[in-house]
């Protein structure tokens, strides 16, 4: 900086940074670009010669830095190498590999039960541009390979396993041997589970996809979202292309959230799925309770597919209660310890009436032919003590 400069100059200008030692925890680099020590660099970084930080909606570094960890940790134990792609939330890493991925005319083979957040998107958003889902049952292979021939322009199979609000698994092997036999790119929704209770893309999937808004950030305070693929090249070349252009960037706060969370995944996963197990035993004893949907459970029929590719069985599970509409009412009105709230994976428990809630406005008949009857609860267990939720549970259906 010239040594003479007037006062609000001074004012104006980034002070030196004074830094010697490095950071012990990643720091939040708050800066909409990045500057250049000379023309050059910013040439030989502008002409891709050499990596570098230019303008903060096509990388920063507490961004890249946990975008590089989550792929990371989505192939871990493998020696695959994966790339991952860091957005505002969950909707937009959806949202931004569909349009990275198709273009008009495509369609997307999918299951009815996925985030109704994805459905909307499909019908409400992508269709308008001729980008359209075909819903099949994708754990019966014959209508995924009867659709594909009778569409060649299927070029997208979209799953989530396990799923809302039955916790309904899919065998993610075979739809990606599927998929590679039928040249179709396959998409996983990997949010239930974290790379550290299933890992698609060690299985074949081509592009995982996660709302890191639930346990990956784990803590119920900032939403974001991530694309991870082995497809190093398609990565750079199509999909942080498609959220640069699209503006669909993650902010560095909330990525910075990430990594504090990301630190007890382990730990907070293995409380989540053995409280989940404990609860789903208790419930499934208890004569005010007509099903328990649970993965780990031996009675939920996609047991055995869960066990092959799960390593624990999540936090998720829903519960009918006999008593119908009004019973659920009354025990979501009853519950002291699980919370109301309409989320999942942070580290209470919440719980949520699908019939008089997130459901209110759709047709009981369709409603239940997705599996939400009017008596279901659904929970997110949490990671508090386990007789004491137990207990909780227990006044509230009482
Ligand atoms: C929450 C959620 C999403 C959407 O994520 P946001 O971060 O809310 O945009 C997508 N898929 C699943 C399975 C989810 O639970």
């Known amino acids: 900086m010239p040594s003479k400069l007037s ?108 985030y109704g957040g994805t459905t909307e998107l499909f019908i409400k958003i992508l269709a308008k541009f001729s980008i359209e ?45 599927l998929g590679k036999k039928h040249n179709v790119l396959t998409v996983a929704d990997n949010t239930f589970c974290t790379p550290y209770l299933q890992q698609p893309l060690l299985m074949g999937v081509d592009f995982v996809v996660h709302s890191t808004t639930k346990f990956l950030n784990g803590h119920g305070n900032g939403l974001a979202g991530i694309i991870i693929s082995t497809d190093l090249d398609f990565m750079k070349a199509k999909v942080w292309q498609a959220m640069k252009l699209l503006g669909t960037n993650c902010n560095p706060f909330d990525a910075w959230l990430i990594n504090n969370g990301l630190k007890t995944l382990e730990l907070r996963m293995d409380r989540h799925c053995s409280n989940a197990m404990a609860i789903a035993t208790f419930l499934e004893a208890h004569p005010a309770v007509a099903k328990v949907n649970y993965p780990g459970l031996k009675s939920h029929p996609h047991h055995s597919i869960a066990k092959k590719q799960m390593r624990q069985f999540g ?28 989320t999942l994976g942070d580290v209470d428990t919440l ?36 007789a004491d939720l137990i207990a909780d549970l227990q006044q509230a259906i009482a």
């Open 7 to 114: 006062f609000g100059s001074f004012c104006v200008h980034e002070a030196e940074e004074v830094r010697n030692t490095k950071p012990h925890v990643l720091p939040i680099y708050a800066t909409s670009s990045f500057v250049f020590e000379d023309i050059e660099e910013g040439m030989d970084i502008f002409s891709g010669k050499r990596t570098g930080h230019v303008y903060g909606r096509y990388g920063n570094p507490t961004i890249d830095t946990m975008q590089n960890k989550l792929a990371a940790l989505e192939v871990f134990g493998s020696d695959l190498k994966a790339s991952g792609v860091l957005c505002s939330s969950g909707m937009s890493a959806i949202s931004t590999l569909i349009l990275a991925c198709l273009k008009a005319g495509d369609k997307v083979l999918t299951q009815g039960n996925i």
């Open 133 to 177: 889902p075909i819903f099949v049952d994708l754990n019966n292979e014959t209508e995924i390979e009867e659709a594909i021939k009778a569409k060649p322009s299927i070029k997208m199979i979209y799953f989530e396993t396990p799923a809302n609000p039955t916790l309904a698994c899919v065998d993610v092997k075979s739809i990606a041997e």
């Open 315 to 342: 936090a998720l599970m829903s519960f009918e209660l006999k008593g119908g509409f009004d019973a659920g009412v009354k025990f979501m009105n009853k519950v002291k310890l699980c919370v109301l709230a309409p």
């Open 351 to 386: 719980v949520l009436h699908p019939a008089s809630s997130s459901h209110i406005n759709i047709p009981k008949e369709l409603r239940e032919k997705n599996g939400i009857t009017d008596g279901m609860i659904r929970l997110s267990v949490g990671i508090e003590n386990e």
